[in-house]
């Protein structure tokens, strides 16, 4: 399955962008063992509409300009729910094994996801209540991925 990262807005060089580009690596090479082929980021700028629905709904049909017949959608939002690691390793390798040819893992920008993503999404993970900075999502989602593939796979990066 080839997973693909959608990011409204854009990654500054810096130690935060290092940091998840060595999970987005490390996935890159670990994930095609295991089924999981990591297709890279796109990037696409924050909307400059006046309100944040307006945002939202600018937002979100740039996002379904990367959604194919067949996609699986999974949208990062602080109100979806809660996976432990081994929870989202298996999610993934349900996605995969059900036949989806394409993932697209959508980071959102400032003002959330627009409401008709949300209900076309497969699945709304959160990593927590807690509102995070856009560069620690993208560090957190690479390093996640790139454990789900150590878990599928049995490797030992995954101490529980």
Known sequence: MKIIVHAVGR?????????????FERFARSGPAVGLD???VTEISES???????????????LQTQLQPGSALLLLDERGRNFSSEEFAGRLGLMRDDGRKTLVVAVGGADGHDLSLRDQAELVLSFG???WPHQLVRI??????YRAATI????????A
């Open 140 to 145: 957190m989602l690479a390093e996640q991925l």
């Open 48 to 62: 400059r509409a006046q309100t944040g629905s307006e945002r939202r709904r600018e937002e979100g049909r740039a």
């Open 129 to 131: 209540a807690l509102t």
């Open 11 to 23: 990654m500054k060089a810096g130690p935060e962008r290092d940091l998840a580009g060595r999970y």
């Open 152 to 159: 599928l796979s049995g490797h030992p990066y995954h101490r």
């Open 38 to 40: 990591f297709s890279g």
